[in-house]
């Protein structure tokens, strides 16, 4: 975290200390977007926080029939383990603290699945917006774009957020999933 700021700092100290080329060439032009708002608001991130919603559905569904069943197998336990003798008792504890610990990687499992299913579908999606704000970038003559939601912005103009053109362009360019 702390490596962004000083990477974003770096950069602002640079492109100040650059002043000199900059001079020549004109003036320096900053903006900033918004990319978490970008990756919910455009049709396709829309759709694809659809499809996570139902992946986390159907694997919660999962969690919650194994923890059901380990339940199940606690409250039989505990209704049989004062008339077990103590080498069956042990066992039925071992049995649980298996079962536990199995539902726990499966917790962990279905978590990374998740995780790197999330990531693949919105690195597509930011890698369009990436290209589209490259475009935006030099049509309109900024020198440097930020992203504000990684928190690095602590105050800028309105006028400098192109958040707006980016969804817009990118609905218009990927509307559905397909390249117009």
């Known amino acids: 975290m702390m490596s962004k700021y000083l990477i974003t700092g770096g950069v602002i100290v640079l492109l100040m200390f650059s002043g000199v080329a900059f001079a020549q060439s004109g003036k ?5 977007v918004d990319m978490q708002r970008v990756l919910n608001e455009v049709e396709d991130g829309a759709k694809a926080k659809d499809k996570l919603k139902r992946e986390f559905n159907e694997k919660q569904a999962q969690l919650d029939k194994k923890q059901e069943e380990l339940k199940k197998k606690k409250e039989d336990y505990d209704k049989q383990s004062l008339v077990l003798k103590e080498d069956a008792r042990r066992q039925k504890q071992q049995e649980l603290q298996q079962d536990f610990i199995e539902l726990q990687q499966l917790y962990a499992k279905l978590q990374r699945e998740l995780s790197e299913n999330e990531l693949g579908l919105t690195k597509d999606i930011f ?5 589209i704000i490259a475009e935006i970038a030099q049509k309109d ?16 103009q309105p006028s400098m ?6 969804i817009r362009k990118y609905n218009e360019r990927y509307s ?5």
């Open 141 to 156: 003559g900024f020198t440097l774009v930020l992203d504000k939601a990684e928190g690095r912005i602590l105050y800028a």
């Open 161 to 166: 957020d192109i958040t707006n053109e980016v």
């Open 127 to 131: 890698d369009k917006a990436q290209a």
């Open 28 to 32: 320096i032009k900053i903006g900033y």
């Open 176 to 180: 559905g999933g397909k390249n117009k």
